[in-house]
Structures are given as C-alpha cells and as structure tokens.
C-alpha cells in the first residue's frame, strides 16, 4: 500500500507542472486525497484536496486559480495541476490519503515527495 509523488522539477516563474500521486496496492478513488507542501525552514501545510465521494475540491488561498487538483480513477492517481507558478510556491510536495479536506490528518506516513524549485 502506497503513494507515489512524481512530476516535479525546475520551471521558470509563470511556468506549469503537473504532479501525479499514483497509489499501488489499493483504491485511490476510496479515499479523499491531499496536496501538501513544505519549503525550507517552514511547516507542511495543506495545499488542496479532492473528496472521496462527491469529489469536491478545495484549494489554500495562495494557490486558487492556479492549482486545479483532479482524479483519474482508471489510472489510480490524483494530479495537481500548477500553473503560472511563483518561486513562493517551491518546495517539496506531498500527497496523502485523508479522513476528509477539513483536516490536516493523513492516513499512514508521508511518502518522498517531489520537489517543485520555481527560479529564474
């Protein structure tokens, strides 16, 4: 059972990356899922997420109209769109199986991430 973060990399500012959280020994599309990220010397903090069943999608404020998380269930894994990134939104990025968005409690541990670097 786990997740697997992938898609990440250097991108110019205004640039977009796609990041896939492909999950391998059970369901995705069971589970509400989270985007997490973390930057140098700050805390993990949420970044959006997708419900389980209605598949509503909520986003932080410092990513709405940018972000646009989705699912695939034929391929098992959920994406975070990012486009016209910022160099504020490198770090390190994490997906996660959650009870639902209105929590930061995960499922299980954090996987390795994908770093996200936005420069010039």
Same mark, same amino acid.
């Given at each position: ?42 805390? /993990? ?5 997708? %419900?389980?069943?209605? +598949? =509503?999608?909520?986003?932080?404020? $410092? ?38 968005? /209105? ?5 299980? %541990?954090?996987?390795? +991430? =994908?770093?996200?670097?936005?420069? $010039?």
């Amino acid at each position: 059972v786990q997740l697997v973060e992938s898609g990440g990399g250097l991108v110019h500012p205004g640039g977009s990356l796609r990041l896939s959280c492909a999950a391998s020994g059970f369901s995705l599309d069971a589970y509400t899922v989270g985007w997490f990220r973390q930057a140098p010397g700050k805390e /993990r903090e949420g970044v959006s997420c997708i %419900s389980r069943s209605e +598949g =509503t999608t909520n986003y932080a404020d $410092s990513v709405k109209g940018r972000f646009t998380i989705s699912r695939d269930n034929a391929k098992n894994t959920v994406y975070l769109q990012m486009n016209s990134l910022k160099p504020e939104d490198t770090a390190v990025y994490y997906c996660a199986t959650q009870p639902d968005c /209105r929590t930061k409690l995960i499922f299980g %541990s954090w996987g390795q +991430g =994908t770093q996200v670097t936005v420069s $010039s």
